[in-house]
């Protein structure tokens, strides 16, 4: 997280929400790529960082944000008002003016690209779902809040672009849900701090792994049996996924590969640390992720 952005916040929500993105996993809008192109997608982020934000309570409740939705501080202490009252300025960017200085940034990318409702609905539900959901008997109930929290992000990449298909669709969910599969990986010991697991309950029973084996310093053999397994999983989505960068061209190849590669490359810091993710978060050095750019642009990923 970027330091001081909370004061930027208070002064300025828009900025101090855009400012976040030099500190995120990945670049949200590359110099390489076209202006217009850029400022589209940090238009998107702005959005997507935004109800994250709200989501993990991140907001201060008296906060200019809250303010700008119309929602007082007592109401704004209910992450669950916060989103509803962002989802109804949301739908003011389609058919009016919306109040949040964010969605009026969004609200020209919309009309400029065409964009619909249902991928920032999408994010705003699986937000929602954070509120009421802590735990995931399956695989597939995993991969179902995958479908809400990151496919729409590579989704809303596409159609900035104007690269959508089918296909590159398919193939855009399979990547997005292998990085937040990643994510969860990484972030274990501080999902379980907001009192959230995205480990499958099914999977934890099968690798012999109980909550509070998730809560030690470091982890023990059934978990770090547990992640290799997951993490294995989404290697093969990230891996299925991969095409999707060949199917393009110019500046766009290059992004999509460095999503890929980011992918790939967490997954071997994970590894490399021997599937020990609770001591905190395994991060891949430069040298790793650009050697993982290298074999992907080339297709032999």
């Not at 590669?261 to 395994?282: E, K, Q, S």
Request: glycine share 8%; net charge negative.
């Amino acid at each position: 997280m970027v330091t001081g952005t909370g004061t930027a916040r208070a002064l300025d929500p828009e900025r101090g929400t855009l400012d976040k993105a030099a500190g995120e996993n990945f670049p949200v809008a590359p110099f390489f790529l076209p202006r217009a192109w850029r400022t589209d997608l940090m238009a998107v982020y702005g959005f997507a960082r935004l109800v994250d934000d709200i989501g993990d309570g991140d907001l201060a409740p008296g906060g200019a944000d809250a303010r700008l939705l119309g929602v007082s501080p007592q109401e704004a202490e209910d992450r669950l008002v916060l989103l509803d009252a962002f989802e109804a300025d949301l739908r003011r960017v389609f058919d009016s003016t919306p109040r949040h200085p964010l969605l009026r940034r969004l609200q020209p990318t919309v009309r400029r690209r065409s964009l619909t409702p249902e991928p920032f609905l999408g994010l705003i539900a699986a937000n929602r779902q954070d509120q009421l959901v802590g735990r995931y008997e399956t695989y597939d109930d995993l991969l179902a809040y995958c479908e809400l929290s990151a496919n729409p992000v590579g989704r809303l990449v596409l159609a900035v672009t104007g690269t959508s298909t089918p296909e590159r669709i398919r193939r855009s969910d399979m990547i997005c849900t292998a990085l937040q599969i990643v994510e969860h990986l990484q972030d274990v010991a501080e999902d379980l701090g907001r009192d959230r697991v995205y480990l499958p309950a099914a999977d934890m029973k099968r690798f012999h792994v109980q909550e509070a084996d998730l809560v030690t310093e470091s982890a023990g053999a059934s978990v770090r049996a547990l992640i290799a397994y997951e993490a294995q999983r989404a290697l093969d989505l990230l891996n299925e996924g991969a095409p999707l960068v060949g199917s393009v061209h110019g500046r766009l190849k290059l992004l999509l590969a460095g999503f890929v590669a980011g992918g790939r490359a967490a997954v071997r810091a994970i590894a490399a640390a021997d599937y020990d993710v609770l001591p905190g978060p395994p991060k891949p050095g430069k040298v790793q992720l650009l050697r993982e750019v290298g074999v992907t642009l080339r297709g032999e990923g």
